[in-house]
């Protein structure tokens, strides 16, 4: 439940040694790519035991396969507007005849085709069973169709975006979880999404104790913690409050 938006992996070590559930890991607002450097990430959270959700770019088929097959553990779709987009994606992490999926039997998600033990078949049904594609509700649009959009077999959460989704409502002011439009958004969200089973996620803003009890109440299921710059933002806020600017003072 930590977020991150760059690749340093001795930071994903450090959040998984300290027994988050996951790593929200962002390429959509970062600079990170689906490359070898997701990879190191991957094998990271591998080594210290923790999942890792990856937000890709955009809905491209490519980003999602290649992403599963680095060993992520499940894919975040931004602005997912209408059900074609969240059948897409679903159909993009799924190996035929449950979807498009291009195959590979020797990517690190497979253990590269290696060990005698490995079974290929058994290998593609576990991963159309257990692959999870995250859809993200931030627009004007996914509220428009959401009693549509999370009835699409295959969904496994929506991730609820109130930054984008108070841009698009024309919020000017940033917005927290207390904007009673924002409230209201998730709170329907939620309402729609539980008679299906459908898990919501969510990032606490604001990041405090009090938000994150209301958030359980309401009932999400995974909650997003600040990522590494907010949280080394607050650290150094702290070194200057406290420490920089009383000794320039007394200098």
């Known amino acids: 439940m930590f977020g991150m938006g760059a690749a340093i992996p001795s930071l994903v070590e450090v959040i998984g ?11 959509e607002h970062a600079t990170l790519n689906v490359d070898f450097h997701l990879e190191e ?14 937000r890709v770019k955009g809905l491209d088929k490519h980003l999602v396969r290649n992403a599963l097959e680095l060993g992520v553990d499940a894919v975040v779709i931004p602005h997912v507007l209408t059900r074609a987009d969240a059948e897409a994606a679903v159909s993009y992490a799924r190996f035929p005849p449950k979807g498009v999926r291009g195959a590979a039997a020797t990517t690190r998600a497979a253990q590269y085709g290696a060990g005698k033990d490995f079974n290929w078949k058994e290998f593609v049904r576990k991963t159309n069973e257990e692959v999870v594609i995250i859809g993200q509700a931030e627009d004007r649009a996914f509220f428009d169709n959401v009693e549509d959009i999370v009835k699409v077999d295959g969904l496994g959460m929506v991730n609820f975006g109130p930054n984008d989704l108070a841009m698009d409502l024309g919020l000017s002011d940033r ?16 309402a729609v999404a539980r008679p299906l089973k459908i898990p919501v996620m969510s990032p606490a803003v604001p990041p405090t104790l009090e938000r994150v009890r209301k958030m359980v109440k309401q009932g ?3 909650i997003t913690l600040p990522n590494q710059f907010a949280s080394f933002n607050n650290v150094c806020r702290k070194c200057v409050e406290e420490i920089v600017t009383p000794i320039r003072e007394e200098m």
């Open 17 to 27: 040694h300290w027994g988050f559930d996951y790593v929200f890991v962002d390429s």
């Open 41 to 54: 990430l991957v094998r990271a959270a591998d080594a210290a035991s923790i999942a890792v959700v990856f």
């Open 175 to 190: 917005c927290d979880l207390d904007t009673p439009t924002i409230f209201a958004a998730l709170e329907k969200l939620t």
């Open 220 to 222: 999400i299921k995974a």
